[in-house]
Every structure is written in structure tokens, then in C-alpha cells.
């Protein structure tokens, strides 16, 4: 099968993509057979050596949307379920942008029936970090959440996911991005001054660190999405980074919300897999809403 990999660390021309054999469910795994798998800034982080990892094949990719294909012992989905999933790991030969990805049955989830393998792709990292995150922050309806980077991917799921939840949310994103983050839900909205001290917490998906800890009142909550790069507590905040896991229930009522209509799955461009460095070089470019979509 075919699958995108980086060898030598570098910029998006490092991206290869390369023939390497089909891989095979263990007990508890299925293979699944990719229709769709979103490109996120953490593969431009693999790519360029930020994990580790030198000297090694390294493949990139964490979400995927496609077809079970094969079964190991015990796991609980049988050929020609449509799925999503999140492939964990930053250091791994294989990820996602591949012909076919072999998962942990505990990471699968039955995809949106009301949207495409392309859309269902950019669900699983993104809205399963929104969500975790937001289960640290521990709000209640009625409080204050600010939101950094809210027109982003993992921004944008956490303003309509705390909203759902009653809480007040501030989204914090470009002047030309007001009405999108307004549209998912956002109370309120800013494009740079923010008070210090003003809301019960902050989820910092722009990972703008200290100068976000700043607008949490006195004995708030800062979440940010970088593991062990919270800054230090002040003030009585309690500052944590959420580590997304692999969760398949949890996935499950995220897919649930989009055939609800209460998540919005956005998509930028697709591109071919045999296209992956020219997608990696798009991401890089910046300026992107909604994710890149690698169809094999």
C-alpha cells in the first residue's frame, strides 16, 4: 500500500510518500481501509523532528474516516462498518495517511451518517481535544469561558461544545472571523483586548500562554492543548494542558452531535495522499479554515 512517512526531518518537501506493506489486526484491532484522514498542525510537528524520532520512518496521521476491512480476535466491529477514529502517537511507522491503518477496536467509532468520509475525517483529534479539555476546565452553566483561537479547529468544537453546556463563551479569534465564531455560538467576541481577571477560565487553543493566564479571575482554570507546557499557577488558577486519548464511546457522542447538527465539521481542500507534500506545504502557508483532507 501506499503511505506518506518522513525519513529526514525537514520542511513539507521531507514528506515521501512511500510503498510499505498492508498491515494486520492483532486481537482487539481492526484495519481499516482509509476513505478520508485530515491533515492537523501536529504532523507539520512530526514532520519537522519536534517529537524525536530521528533516523526512523515516522508516518503521519491521527484521524481517519473509512470502511472496517479486517478484524483481529474480540473486536467488537465487523467488515463494512463505516467508521472514525483516532490513531494515536506522535512516533509510529504508519499513521493514518495511508491505504489502510490498523486501530485499537477502543478507538473506533461509528462515522456521522449525515456527512461525507472527507468531513468525518476532521472530527476525531480536534473535537475529542475540545471536549477533554473542556472536562478539565470542570465549568458549570452560567460561568465565563474565553476561548483563544476559537476560529481554529479545536477552538471552534470547544465554542460550540461549552456553549451546548450553558456556559458563556468568549471567542477570542481575527476581526474577519467574528461572524463564523459568532455562528458557532460565541456570546461574546474579541479580536485582541480582553480584561485582566475577567472570566472564570480560559481555553487557549492559540497556546498564547501567560498572556492568557492573565484575563482567568483569581481561582479560575487555564487549560491549554500543548502536554506539559501549561504555565505555572498564579493567582490560585489551576493551570493544566489537556493529552487527547483515544476514545471510542467518547467519539461515538461526538459523532452523535454532528448528526444533530450541534458540531460543524469544516473543510478547507482536499488532496490526493500521493499529494501530501503539497498539502504539508499549504498548512504551512497558513491562513487556513477548516482542515486538509488526504483522500487516498
Excluded: C
Excluded at 503511505?3 to 514528506?15: I, Q, S, W
Excluded at 473509512?66 to 494515536?88: F, K, M, R
Excluded at 479547529?153 to 470547544?158: N, P, Q, R, S, T
Excluded at 489537556?242 to 464511546?249: T, Y
Amino acid at each position: 500500500m501506499r503511505a506518506a512517512v518522513v525519513r529526514t526531518f525537514g520542511g513539507p518537501e521531507a514528506v515521501e510518500v512511500v510503498d510499505v506493506d498492508v498491515p494486520e489486526p492483532a486481537a482487539r484491532q481492526v484495519r481499516i481501509r482509509v476513505a478520508a484522514a485530515a491533515l492537523n498542525p501536529v504532523d507539520a510537528g512530526v514532520r519537522a523532528g519536534a517529537f524525536g524520532g530521528a533516523g526512523k520512518q515516522i508516518g503521519f496521521g491521527w484521524d481517519v474516516a473509512g470502511t472496517v476491512d479486517a478484524t483481529g480476535v474480540a473486536a467488537a466491529w465487523s467488515v463494512g462498518d463505516e467508521v472514525v477514529a483516532l490513531d494515536y502517537g506522535m512516533v509510529q511507522p504508519l499513521g493514518t495517511h495511508a491505504e489502510y491503518v490498523v486501530v485499537d477496536t477502543d478507538a473506533v467509532a461509528k462515522a456521522p451518517a449525515t456527512v461525507d468520509a472527507v468531513h468525518a475525517a476532521t472530527l476525531p483529534l480536534n473535537a475529542l481535544t475540545a471536549v477533554q479539555a473542556l472536562d478539565l476546565l470542570e465549568l458549570t452553566p452560567g460561568q465565563s469561558l474565553l476561548v483563544t483561537g476559537a476560529a481554529g479547529a479545536v477552538g471552534g468544537f470547544a465554542v460550540q461544545l461549552a456553549a451546548r453546556r450553558g456556559v458563556a463563551v468568549t471567542a477570542l479569534a481575527r476581526e474577519d472571523d467574528e461572524e463564523l465564531v459568532r455562528s458557532l455560538g460565541a456570546a461574546h467576541f474579541t479580536s485582541g483586548a480582553v480584561g485582566t481577571g475577567s472570566v472564570d477560565a480560559v481555553l487557549d487553543a492559540a497556546i498564547l500562554g501567560e498572556a492568557a493566564l492573565e484575563w482567568v479571575r483569581d481561582g479560575g482554570a487555564y487549560v491549554g492543548v500543548i502536554p506539559q507546557a501549561a504555565p505555572a499557577s498564579v493567582r490560585g488558577v489551576r493551570t493544566g494542558a489537556v493529552e487527547v486519548s483515544a476514545d471510542g464511546a467518547r467519539l461515538a457522542e461526538l459523532a452523535g452531535l454532528v448528526d444533530e447538527g450541534v458540531l460543524t465539521l469544516r473543510v478547507a481542500e482536499t488532496y490526493a495522499l500521493e499529494d501530501a507534500a503539497k498539502a504539508h506545504a499549504r498548512l504551512a502557508e497558513g491562513g487556513v479554515r477548516g482542515r486538509l483532507v488526504l483522500v487516498p
